[in-house]
């Protein structure tokens, strides 16, 4: 099975300041035949379902707001918030596509300081 | 637009089963595969399995298969999942999700339901 680490486990960080998350998977997910990434990030709040933010591991889902943006390719990814706000508090999930079982990251817990 | 509607919560004594129920409605259901998410007490998510609602085919994660199990009924565009040789380890909330566009990232959710497992 992939493994996929996040770091760290959790952070906190002021409003309007950047929050960064980093995932690894232990085998690249970079599908050579069509340059694809094949990693998505979640966010999941208390009492609510996951809700998709990027998929291809950069592209945005429709609907999320301009401030989340992921990045890397192969092994190393990132989540970046780029400037917090309340309702961002929530625990976000890395996971990948690339073969079965889609295994998701341990979670990030982010809280405001 | 997409919904995708969770059975209750339930509660069972350990060595038990629990059979939960997602209605899809918004979409062409068999066009979409269905997965099976859980969030166990305390931990993160963790990918179940997968479904074609149109053949059937399913995929598990090592760690369920032989006591998880994912069926559906096309007539009533609903997927189910069962859960077998319940454990206190199993209490969680289990969430259905549907492929999205491009058919591989978890687009949609059900509401989750929580089970809890307690002699």
């Known amino acids: 099975d992939i493994v996929m680490t996040q770091s760290p486990d959790s952070l906190a960080v002021s409003l309007g300041e950047r929050a960064t998350i980093t995932c690894k998977s232990s085998q690249s997910v970079l599908y050579n035949s069509n340059n694809k990434n094949y990693l998505a990030w979640y966010q999941h709040k208390p009492g609510q379902p996951p809700r998709l933010l990027t998929y291809w591991a950069s592209t945005r889902e429709s609907g999320v707001p301009d401030r989340f943006s992921g990045s890397g390719s192969g092994t190393d990814f990132t989540l970046t918030i780029s400037s917090l706000q309340a309702e961002d508090v929530a625990v976000y999930y890395c996971?990948?596509?690339?073969?079965?079982?889609?295994?998701f990251g341990q979670g990030t817990k982010v809280e405001i300081k | 637009q997409v919904q995708l509607v969770q059975s209750g919560a339930e509660v069972k004594k350990p060595g038990a089963s629990v059979k939960v129920s997602c209605k899809a409605s918004?979409?062409?259901?068999?066009?979409?595969?269905i997965n099976w998410v859980r969030q166990a007490s305390g931990q993160g998510l963790e990918w179940m399995g997968r479904?074609?609602?149109?053949?059937?085919?399913?995929a598990y994660a090592q760690k369920f298969r032989g006591r998880f199990s994912m069926t559906r009924d096309t007539s009533i565009t609903t997927a189910y999942m069962e859960l077998s040789s319940l454990s206190s380890e199993d209490t969680g909330v289990y969430y259905c999700?549907?492929?999205?566009?491009?058919?591989?990232?978890?687009?949609?959710w059900g509401q989750g339901t929580l089970v809890t497992v307690s002699s």
């Open positions: 479904m074609n609602p149109n053949t059937g085919e399913t």
């Open positions: 996971q990948q596509y690339y073969e079965s079982p889609r295994t």
């Open positions: 918004g979409y062409t259901f068999t066009s979409y595969d």
């Open positions: 999700a549907k492929d999205g566009p491009r058919h591989v990232e978890l687009g949609n």
